[in-house]
């Protein structure tokens, strides 16, 4: 029997629902609009893209959206400073930097510039090292995301083998370390495979729950999923596609038709994953939005 399609963009329609009843009530009773500032370098069209979506989906709950967008020639210097008074500015809950930077700027060197209270996206080390120790901080937002779309879409993660396929700093590793912890929600046996990893089907073939962020189609095929698994596809591949008026479109790392005939719930792309982040970084905003104003 064909998998049951487990839908970020309905998860995420029912989250912002309740957000935006909670940024409500946070502006009736405290006072409180939360706002994000989002720093766009260049005029890169994904980037654009990204940016507007980011837009909307603030209009949606009725976050402040605060935009800085500079030339592609704006140097590290000069971003930085923006950077201090955005981490100075006390309408501004959350900072979020556009990647990738053009490349005379050294994103490094941004990203640890960000207050790390105001670190939405949770690339900052402070919060990085936070997550590995299981302390309370801002998640990154596709990790934190995927956990949600799995714990809203009635998967239990406890005890479960999860199969992690990508180790890169933004999706693999943080999303392996945060259904690791010993936490409610989490608390699964994690094995991470990458390009080095010999034989990767026996791997994933283990797998209760996969998870696949390789920037690759067809990285898994039905022959390396277990029967009745359950399959996360975070990647987001442009494939031409000449019928299409934009000439491409978007495909995720896993053959989801071949795929589908043997998992129990699978991702699609788009409409999976893609809008959970989003989602967690308007939850990241509030949450930094409360903790500025001491509001539980
Ligand atoms: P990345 O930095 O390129 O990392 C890819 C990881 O996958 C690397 O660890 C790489 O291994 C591993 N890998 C690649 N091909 C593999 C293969 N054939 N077998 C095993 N491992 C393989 O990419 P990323 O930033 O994590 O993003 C991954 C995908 O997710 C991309 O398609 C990206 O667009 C998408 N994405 C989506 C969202 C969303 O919101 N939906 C957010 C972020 C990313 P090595 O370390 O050995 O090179």
Redo the contacts with the bound molecule.
């Keep these: 029997m064909a998998a049951k399609k487990l839908s970020g963009t309905k998860v995420a329609r029912a989250m912002r629902k309740e957000m935006a009843a909670e940024v409500e009530r946070l502006k009736a009773d405290h006072g409180v609009v939360p706002g994000l500032a989002v720093v766009l370098v260049g005029d890169n069209p994904a980037s654009v893209s990204y940016v507007s979506g980011k837009r909307k989906a603030c209009e949606e709950v009725a976050i402040n959206s605060l935009e800085h967008k500079r030339d592609a020639d704006f140097t590290e210097e000069a971003l930085l400073e923006l950077i201090a008074e955005l981490n100075a500015d006390p309408a501004v809950n959350g900072i979020l930097v556009q990647l990738p930077l053009p490349d005379h700027i050294d994103e490094h060197h941004v990203l640890d510039a960000i207050d790390p209270s105001k670190d939405v996206d949770g690339f900052h080390p402070i919060n990085l090292g936070r997550m590995l120790v299981g302390e309370e901080c801002l998640l990154p ?2 990790p934190h ?1 995927v956990q949600q779309l799995l714990l809203r879409g009635g998967v239990d993660i406890e005890g479960k083998h999860v199969v992690m ?8 590793k943080p999303l392996a370390n945060i259904l690791l912890q010993r936490k409610e929600g989490s608390n699964a046996t994690v094995t991470v ?5 010999p034989d ?1 089907a026996v791997h994933t073939r283990q797998a209760d729950i996969l998870i696949v ?4 189609p067809n ?1 898994i095929t039905a022959d390396m999923v277990a029967d009745g698994a359950v399959v996360v596809d ?4 442009r494939i031409e596609d000449a019928s299409r008026e934009r000439g491409f479109r978007l495909v995720g ?1 896993v053959d989801y038709a071949g795929v589908r005939e043997k998992a129990s719930l699978i991702t699609p792309v788009p409409g ?3 809008p ?2 989003i989602t967690m970084l308007l939850h990241n905003t509030i949450a930094a939005a409360k903790t500025a104003h001491g509001v539980e």
């Design positions: 937002c596709t995301g396929v990508g180790r890169s700093n933004i999706v693999g495979c990458h390009t080095r990893t990767m962020a390789a920037g690759r990285t975070v990647g987001v591949n790392d999976g994953v893609g959970m982040t």
